[in-house]
């Protein structure tokens, strides 16, 4: 590293660098400089967690690998979101990732902050090889109940990819008739990065949808309840009544709109 270098030089170093090699690490553990061992720690404990993240970034790969090492490339992720809430849509999302993504820290949606949500969504439509998104709304859900919605919803949003997938890994989820292989992984979005990446883009999705509700009824507050039954959004459906955006198959939607 030359001549001795500023401890703000050091710090702007460290975080400039891919890598430290081992010669420039030991090179600065012999600076007996507080600051600069503090600087150190911080770099171990950073590399740490990036070596975890890695880890389990890999770990989350293996029903894919199984894919790819059997000669498929083209591996579909499917997860949902919205199955549960009393208004909105129910959205699944399909996504197909290229062999050498990675994005650190990729997991469960709901395991995710919001601003990390949105980060994450950018950077997988814009990386990924194709994704698809499908969405059914209340009035249908009520006409074909939520758990056959839910499975229409995947299969529109398989075929939003545009292309065709050679195997398709789906949370809890079974399908029938799809033109592809498919396996179904109970906590899949846990297990598959895939399936975790689906489930960023279905939640993203659904919850951008919800805002857009909360502009039109803001009464219910959607944009904070996303259609779930709090006790807020209890208290307004006893005061405003339902709207057309509640599924009334829902208990105790149903009952409100008979009133």
Same mark, same amino acid.
């Given at each position: ?30 600076d007996k ?18 070596? /975890? ?9 293996? =029903? ?20 549960? @809430? ?15 993504? =990675? ?5 469960? *949606?709901?395991?995710? *902050? ?5 980060? =994450? ?30 499975? /229409? ?25 799809? @033109? ?10 846990? /297990?598959s990065i ?23 009824y803001p009464? =219910? ?27 009334? *198959?829902?208990? @105790? ?7």
């Open positions: 590293m030359g001549k001795q270098l500023t401890i703000s030089e050091i710090n702007s170093y460290l975080n400039s660098q891919q890598e430290i090699s081992e010669n420039e690490l030991e090179q600065l553990k012999l400089r507080t600051g600069v061992q503090k600087l150190l720690e911080r770099y171990e404990r950073n590399k740490e967690k990036q070596q /975890k993240m890695r880890q389990k970034f890999n770990a989350m790969l293996t =029903y894919e690998q199984t894919q790819y090492d059997l000669g498929n490339t083209m591996i579909a992720g499917i997860d949902e979101a919205g199955r549960g @809430p009393l208004a909105g849509p129910v959205v699944a999302a399909s996504v197909i990732l290229h062999k050498d993504f =990675y994005l650190p820290g990729l997991n469960d *949606s709901k395991q995710l *902050s919001k601003k990390a949500r949105e980060a =994450y969504y950018d950077i997988i439509t814009n990386e990924s090889i194709a994704y698809g998104v499908g969405l059914i709304h209340s009035s249908e859900i009520d006409q074909i109940n939520i758990f056959n919605a839910t499975k /229409k919803a995947m299969k529109t949003s398989i075929h939003q990819l545009g292309i065709l997938p050679d195997h398709v890994l789906i949370d809890a989820v079974q399908l029938d008739s799809l @033109p592809c292989t498919s396996e179904s992984i109970i906590k899949g979005d846990q /297990k895939s399936i975790a990446a689906a489930s960023i883009l279905a939640k993203v999705t659904r919850d951008r949808f919800m805002m857009e509700l909360h502009n039109k009464q =219910y507050n959607f944009a904070s309840n996303m259609g779930y039954g709090t006790k807020e959004h209890m208290q307004a459906l006893n005061e405003h009544g339902v709207t057309e955006y509640h599924r009334k *198959s829902f208990s @105790p939607v149903g009952e409100l709109a008979k009133a």
